[in-house]
């Protein structure tokens, strides 16, 4: 094993497949996003006072909502609230994306703080609180002390970023920040993030009009090198925010040319809206839509889609669910080093390399020298192997076909098109770009609408990248749904081969029909319990994940450490409604499944050597009711006692004396159960 220190010292790696290295790089590109608040800081900002939030508690997977202010919290200005917002982010990009990079600029500030950015010029009253990178411990909790500060006294931020007078051009800080965030053009996606209060900044100005057609060509030049606007239109119930007067045509003029982006829009929004550009936003929202938007669309490839000889288009797949890890944790060592020579206490990174070895002479061997051999038996002999060089492994499996979709042909779109069990992975939306392919946005449109029409479906084949196993995939048409904020496109699904299709377990082929009364006492469950609300994932935070997060983020702060009673989990059921609204019915049906006299099965689980096993079924009950009203389950054999739980679905783990203690608590309950209905 191999110690270095990262910061000083390069790793070595074997060199990698040339598709690989393909890969590998548009992952990246595709992963990283770029976000920079743009905050007015104005007078109007820093002196409109509202309730505090501690938003920066929020940590990634945690249930965010609207924030209800309370008028009893300090009051603190509107750039505290904005920036308690960016904080916010910070804290989710933390851990749940380490690698995208966060920046807050402040324009209408006094003073200017801006790193000098090569010939490039920059406008003066724009401060850069924190430079765009990936998040900084350091410089986050910085934040947070700030705010704790401003909490205390609402002056805080007033000094420290003194606001202008008057305010400058807003398309000189519109300026200044594409400036900055064009530095990075590489990343997968680059947004701004505009906070201001002002609903109408040239108020009275000879030359609005003019300025508001200039910043819509900011816009949409923008949105044209990949720059998104996210605007973030603050209203408090004193002051409502008039977009009509200034920003609606300015940020319409990109919705009308499809360049901003779904989060920009709120879910609320009907048709009508959509050519006004985004509404005002509530201050109990902001925290809200900041965490809805601080995730971008990821797109997962791109590349064509043929139609046969001479005809293709090109797609871009989004991968819209990807489950999410607590991260992998590094190896670390303590540097003796630097604390030996007085320094701050550091850690070295460890890095794991992998070598491989001849199992029969133990020697070490370079990937050259290693081919791909699938055993037939245990000899050693030539005969018994069957060799592949790397390149023949990866003829076999790509069959030649190249990266992208090949349109096989079209059937009808019914009920019985697709199973449930036809969807082994996660599928794809597709969505057309022009860059390679030019009129595949119109071409798609087209296929699309028609599609829609004929109510039909495509078959294809799919190859998301080089050297990947091609597979059958379905291709579903979906209309646009503005009121829902569904948009337009076509949902690859990936499809089983037949290897892969497991029929049903046999002793499943022979299950017993339910009779018409135990039929009727279900359906009473369900309709007394149904929900009319459809159901929303983005309602229920993974709760183990939040807290692994909330634990990562205060320890790494410093702060005290949440307890087990503050974990919020919105994933327990609400067992006092259920059994208030079914809790009868539930009963009625237990009654009709227990007393089917069908159900009595044995439960012989396999046993050693053919030995006898022990087993237990419903017509043993009455006897074992016995041995426990007379205090005689400690007598019965370990497999009697294991046999009985497993018939009442309890754990049967632990020695004879936990086993006896398990069962005699569940006969209690059992107990105590038959004399209350009786």
């Given at each position: 094993m191999a110690?270095?220190?990262?910061?000083?010292?390069?790793?070595?790696?074997d060199d990698p497949d040339p598709?690989?290295?393909?890969?590998?790089?548009?992952?990246?590109?595709?992963?990283?996003?770029?976000?920079?608040?743009?905050?007015?800081?104005?007078?109007?900002?820093?002196?409109?006072?509202?309730p505090s939030t501690a938003t920066e508690n929020a940590v990634p997977g945690s249930s965010l909502g609207a924030v209800k202010l309370d008028e009893n919290a300090p009051r603190?200005?509107?750039?505290?609230?904005?920036?308690?917002?960016?904080?916010?982010?910070?804290?989710?990009?933390?851990?749940?994306?380490?690698?995208?990079?966060?920046?807050?600029?402040?324009?209408?500030?006094?003073?200017?703080?801006?790193?000098?950015?090569?010939?490039?010029?920059?406008?003066?009253?724009?401060y850069m609180v924190e430079p765009v990178g990936m998040v900084d411990i350091g410089n986050l909790a910085g934040l947070i002390d700030d705010l704790d500060l401003s909490r205390?006294?609402?002056?805080?931020?007033?000094?420290?970023?003194?606001?202008?007078?008057?305010?400058?051009?807003?398309?000189h800080a519109w300026m200044n920040a594409g400036a900055i965030i064009k530095q990075y053009a590489k990343t997968g996606s680059k947004r701004i993030f505009f906070v201001t209060q002002n609903d109408d900044p040239y108020a009275g100005k000879m030359n609005r009009d003019g300025v508001g057609r200039h910043l819509a060509d900011m816009v949409r030049e923008m949105a044209k090198r990949q720059v998104e606007f996210e605007p973030f239109l603050l209203e408090t119930d004193n002051k409502p925010f008039d977009i009509s007067k200034f920003w609606g045509p300015i940020f319409a003029a990109g919705f009308q040319d499809g360049?901003?982006?779904?989060?920009?829009?709120?879910?609320?929004?009907?048709?009508?809206?959509?050519?006004?550009?985004?509404?005002?936003?509530?201050?109990?929202?902001?925290?809200?839509?900041?965490?809805?938007?601080?995730?971008?669309?990821?797109?997962?490839?791109?590349?064509?889609?043929?139609?046969?000889?001479?005809?293709?288009?090109?797609?871009?797949?989004?991968?819209?669910?990807?489950?999410?890890?607590?991260?992998?944790?590094?190896?670390?060592?303590?540097?003796k080093s630097a604390e030996s020579d007085g320094g701050p206490m550091s850690y070295l990174e460890i890095d794991v390399r992998t070598e491989q070895w001849c199992k029969d002479t133990g020697r070490t061997l370079n990937p050259s020298e290693i081919e791909t051999a699938f055993s037939f038996g245990t000899d050693s002999s030539l005969r018994s192997k069957v060799r592949f060089s790397p390149a023949e492994v990866k003829r076999l499996r790509t069959f030649g076909q190249k990266p992208g979709i090949e349109i096989l042909g079209f059937k009808p779109n019914t009920e019985d098109s697709l199973s449930y069990r036809d969807n082994i992975k996660i599928s794809y939306f597709l969505y057309p770009f022009d860059e390679a392919w030019r009129n595949s946005k119109r071409f798609f449109s087209a296929l699309l609408s028609s599609m829609i029409r004929k109510n039909v479906m495509a078959i294809g084949i799919f190859m998301r990248v080089q050297g990947q196993q091609p597979v059958f995939c379905a291709i579903l048409p979906q209309t646009e749904e503005r009121e829902r904020g569904i948009s337009p496109g076509m949902h690859l699904i990936p499809l089983p081969f037949a290897d892969d299709i497991r029929d049903l377990p046999e002793k499943h082929a022979g299950a017993l029909e339910a009779e018409q009364a135990q039929v009727e006492a279900a359906k009473a469950i369900i309709k007394a319990y149904s929900k009319a609300k459809e159901f929303q994932p983005e309602d229920f935070p993974n709760p183990a994940l939040a807290h692994h997060y909330e634990v990562l983020i205060n320890t790494a702060l410093g702060k005290p450490l949440p307890g087990s009673g503050d974990m919020v989990d919105a994933t327990i059921p609400n067992y006092a409604g259920i059994k208030k609204r079914v809790g009868p019915r539930i009963a009625q049906f237990n009654d009709l499944i227990g007393n089917d006299g069908r159900t009595d099965v044995v439960f012989a689980p396999s046993g050693r050597g053919g030995a006898a096993v022990a087993s237990f079924s419903s017509a043993d009950q009455t006897k074992l009711l016995e041995c426990h009203a007379n205090e005689q389950i400690a007598a019965m054999?370990?497999?009697?006692?294991?046999?009985?739980?497993?018939?009442?679905?309890?754990?049967?783990?632990g020695r004879k004396a936990e086993l006896v203690e398990r069962l005699e608590q569940y006969l209690d309950k059992l107990v105590a159960k038959k004399q209350g209905s009786g």
């Open positions: 110690y270095y220190n990262r910061a000083g010292g390069s790793q070595r790696r598709d690989e290295i393909e890969l590998v790089n548009f992952d990246e590109e595709s992963s990283k996003d770029v976000i920079l608040f743009l905050i007015d800081a104005g007078k109007r900002m820093q002196d409109t006072l509202v603190v200005s509107l750039l505290h609230r904005a920036l308690e917002g960016a904080v916010s982010l910070m804290r989710n990009k933390l851990v749940a994306s380490p690698r995208d990079l966060v920046g807050i600029m402040l324009y209408n500030t006094e003073d200017t703080s801006m790193a000098e950015l090569g010939k490039t010029s920059i406008y003066e009253h724009t205390e006294d609402p002056t805080y931020l007033r000094t420290r970023y003194k606001p202008m007078v008057t305010e400058m051009r807003i398309h360049n901003m982006s779904a989060s920009s829009m709120s879910r609320s929004q009907t048709p009508a809206d959509l050519g006004q550009g985004p509404r005002a936003l509530k201050l109990e929202d902001l925290d809200e839509h900041v965490a809805k938007t601080h995730t971008p669309k990821r797109v997962n490839f791109r590349g064509p889609m043929k139609f046969g000889r001479g005809c293709t288009i090109g797609v871009k797949g989004y991968g819209m669910v990807k489950k999410a890890e607590k991260g992998n944790p590094i190896k670390v060592m303590e540097d054999k370990v497999d009697d006692l294991k046999a009985a739980l497993d018939f009442y679905r309890q754990p049967k783990s």
